[in-house]
């Protein structure tokens, strides 16, 4: 079984394997020994901490499995972003160029460096290693972060955002930081994904264009991958999109890939999401249907993906001894839990 907790110190060269493994453009995980090592202490610290409203604290969670112990996967939460270092991004709108007079009228794409979502919440840091994708492993280490926001709602922002991975080659070449590097930076994209993912932000200030930028004016290679995913990114922005959250034209600054958002309650499975106390009866549970499932604690946080049989009248979830144990519950306890898929 898979189950999803809090990282640990003792997590950490799994943690850098990950890093490894997910390549140029996965800014939230630097291959940066320092670093890594103060996501999990940080991760650690603010699942202790005591808080009534969000701040800067970070949730960072693995996916194990419980036979053999191996950490497959990870995933977070940030509470809020950009309150103690600047959250960049570029918006997408238009200005009107028109003469009356001339009878000219033409509509122009510009982009503009912008803090718009300073204080918002972000799901980040999601990476499955390639041996666990099966089954609803993926939308296991995705989904479960809204019934864990919505079960501990007082220490996120009611405004939820997800910077999808844009478009770059092999080599970790990006056509839209390609012209910007030409024009402003001097630096490659490798190199300035991995100053942003270790925090030193300031050259951003320093050299990125203060002014709007016509798109018209950017190569035609850059202009066609603004608001485009990673090929690899498609299943979890289409996963996002059925959850609810849109892209209101906010585009990364470094590979121009769409920043999607949406209110934490109107997030489908957090909408939907119930929560019941559970009675252990691994007949009745194997009678009912698949669902994501998690605890309601904090630092001994589990997540899991199981069968519940759920009564209604008696408002009583049924759950088997393993997956209580995974949670672990024990009868009484309570678990939210929403569907692993959706019914029309």
């Known amino acids: 079984m898979k189950v999803i907790r809090p990282i640990q110190a003792s997590d950490y060269a799994s943690l850098f394997d990950?890093?490894?493994?997910?390549?140029?453009?996965?800014?939230?995980?630097?291959?940066?020994?320092?670093?890594?090592?103060?996501?999990?202490?940080?991760?650690?610290?603010?699942?202790?901490?005591?808080?009534?409203?969000?701040?800067?604290?970070?949730?960072?969670?693995?996916?194990?499995?419980?036979?053999?112990?191996?950490?497959?996967?990870?995933?977070?939460?940030?509470?809020?972003v950009g309150l103690d270092d600047a959250f960049y991004h570029y918006h997408l709108s238009k200005v009107v160029h028109a003469s009356r007079e001339l009878n000219i009228y033409n509509t122009v794409d510009i982009l503009t460096l912008c803090n718009d979502y300073t204080g918002v919440s972000e799901i980040c840091t999601l990476f499955l290693r390639q041996s666990a994708r099966e089954g609803h492993n993926g939308r296991l280490l995705s989904k479960f972060?809204?019934?864990?926001?919505?079960?501990?709602?007082?220490?996120?922002?009611?405004?939820?955002?997800?910077?999808?991975?844009g478009i770059s080659n092999d080599k970790g070449q990006s056509p839209f930081w390609q012209w910007l590097e030409e024009h402003f930076f001097s630096m490659d994209f490798p190199t300035a994904d991995y100053l942003t993912g270790i925090g030193q932000k300031q050259f951003i200030a320093e050299?990125?264009?203060?002014?709007?930028?016509?798109?018209?004016?950017?190569?035609?290679?850059?202009?066609?991958?603004?608001?485009?995913?990673?090929?690899?990114?498609?299943?979890?922005?289409?996963?996002?999109?059925?959850e609810g959250f849109i892209c209101r034209g906010y585009v990364d600054i470094f590979d121009a890939g769409p920043t999607v958002e949406a209110n934490l309650k109107h997030i489908r499975t957090a909408q939907?999401?119930?929560?019941?106390?559970?009675?252990?009866?691994?007949?009745?549970?194997?009678?009912?249907?698949?669902?994501?499932?998690?605890?309601?604690?904090?630092?001994?946080?589990?997540?899991?993906?199981?069968?519940?049989?759920?009564?209604d009248?008696?408002?009583?979830?049924?759950?088997?001894?393993?997956?209580?144990?995974?949670?672990?519950?024990?009868?009484?306890?309570?678990?939210?839990?929403a569907p692993t898929t959706f019914r029309t």
């Open 207 to 242: 050299l990125m264009p203060k002014y709007p930028i016509y798109v018209s004016l950017l190569s035609k290679q850059a202009q066609a991958v603004i608001g485009k995913v990673h090929e690899k990114t498609r299943p979890a922005l289409q996963l996002l999109e059925q």
């Open 313 to 337: 009248d008696k408002d009583i979830a049924f759950i088997s001894q393993a997956a209580a144990d995974a949670l672990t519950l024990t009868d009484g306890q309570e678990i939210r839990f």
């Open 18 to 80: 990950i890093a490894n493994e997910s390549g140029i453009g996965f800014t939230s995980l630097p291959v940066n020994e320092a670093l890594l090592i103060h996501k999990i202490e940080l991760s650690e610290r603010s699942f202790a901490k005591d808080i009534t409203e969000p701040c800067d604290e970070s949730y960072l969670f693995v996916m194990e499995e419980t036979d053999t112990a191996e950490v497959v996967g990870t995933s977070g939460i940030a509470s809020t």
């Open 145 to 165: 972060r809204f019934l864990f926001m919505m079960e501990h709602s007082e220490r996120f922002s009611d405004t939820v955002i997800a910077e999808m991975r």
């Open 272 to 311: 939907m999401s119930c929560k019941m106390a559970i009675e252990i009866n691994d007949r009745l549970a194997d009678q009912g249907r698949e669902y994501f499932a998690i605890n309601t604690k904090m630092e001994e946080f589990r997540g899991v993906c199981t069968r519940l049989n759920i009564d």
